[in-house]
Nanobody, 120 residues
C-alpha cells in the first residue's frame, strides 16, 4: 500500500505565491521520479514539473522561471514553489510518484489533488 498526500493549495491573487507539499508513505523501497501535474476543467491532465533520482528537474514551458520543484529524500516528500502565479495556473494539482515497492513492483501513484485558484 502506497499513499501520497498533498497540501498547500488555496486562493491567491495574480502575482502571488504558494508552496505545495506531497508526502509519500507506505510500502516504498525507492522512488524513481516524483512530480506535479495539474488539470483544469475541460482540459487533460498535464505535467507541471518532475524531479528524478539524482536531482535532475524538468518543467513545462508555461511554468519555467516561475515554479521550482524540490525534494527531501529522508521524508519522501516533494515540494512545488509557485511564484508569479497567473490565472492560467488555476487547476487541481496532483502529486505523482513512480516508485519501487517493497515487493519489487514498479508503478505510478497519485495523490488526491489540491485546488489552486489564482484570481482577483
Amino acid at each position: 500500500q502506497v499513499q501520497l498526500v498533498e497540501s498547500g493549495g488555496g486562493l491567491v491573487q495574480p502575482g502571488g505565491s504558494l508552496r505545495l507539499s506531497c508526502a509519500a508513505s507506505g510500502s516504498i523501497r525507492s522512488i524513481v521520479v516524483m512530480g506535479w501535474y495539474r488539470q483544469a476543467p475541460g482540459k487533460q491532465r498535464e505535467v507541471v514539473a518532475t524531479i528524478i533520482t539524482g536531482g535532475n528537474t524538468n518543467y513545462a514551458d508555461s511554468v519555467k522561471g516561475r515554479f521550482t520543484i524540490s525534494g527531501d529524500n529522508a521524508k519522501n516528500t516533494v515540494y512545488l514553489q509557485m511564484n508569479s502565479l497567473k490565472p492560467e495556473d488555476t487547476a487541481v494539482y496532483y502529486c505523482n510518484a513512480n516508485l519501487v515497492t517493497t515487493y519489487y513492483t514498479t508503478d505510478n501513484y497519485w495523490g488526491q489533488g489540491t485546488q489552486v485558484t489564482v484570481s482577483s
